[in-house]
Structures are given as structure tokens and as C-alpha cells.
């Protein structure tokens, strides 16, 4: 499975950016999905999650009500919708992909800067 993320640049705040993260390989391996982020000098956190057919998410309380997580399961496509961007939201965002019987995937990061 690869996984490339995508959408990240800088944005002011109170604005929006929407994330991709395209899959390929052998996608119908792929379950639940998730978006994390690194800041600058801290550890990688989890932003939100999905279930394999997207009935179930989950959010970091930080960014509820502000991002929402989607995919398409036809185009092996996973979203990320971010609304009302502050700057403690900048971070390196990463896509993650579990599978059940190889583990989990990685995409390299797309950097998401959010100016005062």
C-alpha cells in the first residue's frame, strides 16, 4: 500500500484547506484510516479517524467542529476538511491506513502552515 498526501500549504487564519490522501497498491487490504500531525518539537498526535465504510469517526478534541474526515472508498481517496484554521494547527499532517494482515502505512506528510 502507498499512501500520498496532498493540499497542505499557508493559509491565514480563519481559513480553510482540504487534505487528499490518495492510496494505491493493494487497497481493498486497507480498514480504517486515519489523519495525524506533527508540530514542530512535538510528538505525532492523532486528528481524526474513519472506519472502513465511514460510518464511524472520531475526533482530537482540539479540532472538533472544525475538521471533518471523509473518504471514498471508489476513488481510494481519504479527506480532510479543515475549517477556521488557527496557527496552533500547523503541523506536517500524515495519512494512516491499518490493515489487518500487514500492519500499518504511512504516507510521507503534507506541511500545513496557518499565519496569525
Known amino acids: 500500500v502507498q499512501l500520498v498526501e496532498s493540499g497542505g500549504g499557508l493559509v491565514q487564519a480563519g481559513g480553510s484547506l482540504r487534505l487528499s490522501c490518495a492510496a494505491s497498491?493493494?487497497?481493498?487490504?486497507?480498514?480504517?484510516m486515519s489523519w495525524y500531525r506533527q508540530a514542530p518539537g512535538k510528538q505525532r498526535e492523532l486528528v481524526a479517524f474513519?472506519?472502513?465504510?465511514?460510518?464511524?469517526?472520531n475526533y482530537a478534541d482540539s479540532v472538533k467542529g472544525r475538521f471533518t474526515i471523509s473518504r471514498d472508498n471508489a476513488q481510494n481517496t481519504m479527506y480532510l476538511q479543515m475549517n477556521n484554521l488557527k496557527p496552533e494547527d500547523t503541523a506536517v499532517y500524515y495519512c494512516?491506513?491499518?490493515?489487518?494482515?500487514?500492519?500499518?502505512?504511512w504516507g510521507k506528510g503534507t506541511l500545513v502552515t496557518v499565519s496569525s
Open positions: 494512516n491506513a491499518e490493515t489487518p494482515l500487514w500492519g500499518d502505512y
Open positions: 497498491g493493494s487497497t481493498s487490504s486497507i480498514d480504517a
Open positions: 474513519i472506519s472502513r465504510n465511514g460510518d464511524s469517526t
